[in-house]
């Protein structure tokens, strides 16, 4: 049973850091590009973070870029998302997701809207609030 399940949200001030963990299991993550996405009260889900299976490239979406990074462990069983110089406009529920099809996938399209619906596997979030 394929079951993702992220950590390490919370509460933090302007300017702080935190780092997403995202524990796969039941399917083999090499063979799956996996991608952090965020929904904020109010707005739809943003994809933010992905990474290829076949070289680990990545993709960030303009709202992240240069602040956040996204990472696999030597084991590939745990997807990280690094996250710098929070602001407020961070807060949301952020979600790791990977498509049910397996396979590589550009993470630019992995983290485009609309790639990833409903059927594919999405963890339960983890809410990260920045405010002072």
């Known amino acids: 049973q394929v079951q993702l399940v992220e950590s390490g949200g919370g509460s933090v001030q302007p300017g702080g850091s935190l780092r997403l963990s995202c524990a796969a299991s039941?399917?083999?993550?090499?063979?799956?590009?996996i991608g952090w996405f965020r929904q904020a009260p109010g707005k739809e889900r943003e994809g933010i973070a992905c990474?290829?299976?076949?070289?680990?490239?990545?993709f960030y979406s303009d709202s992240v870029k240069g602040r956040f990074t996204i990472s696999r462990d030597n084991t590939k069983t745990t997807v990280y998302l690094q996250m710098s110089s929070l602001v407020p406009e961070d807060t949301a529920v952020y979600y790791c997701?990977?498509?049910?099809?397996?396979?590589?996938?550009?993470?630019?399209?992995?983290?485009?809207?609309?790639?990833?619906?409903?059927?594919?596997?999405w963890g339960q979030g983890t809410p990260v609030t920045v405010s002072s």
């Open positions: 039941g399917f083999v993550m090499d063979y799956y590009a």
């Open positions: 990474i290829d299976t076949i070289d680990d490239s990545t």
């Open positions: 997701a990977t498509p049910v099809k397996g396979g590589a996938v550009f993470p630019d399209l992995l983290c485009g809207k609309g790639y990833l619906d409903d059927r594919d596997y």
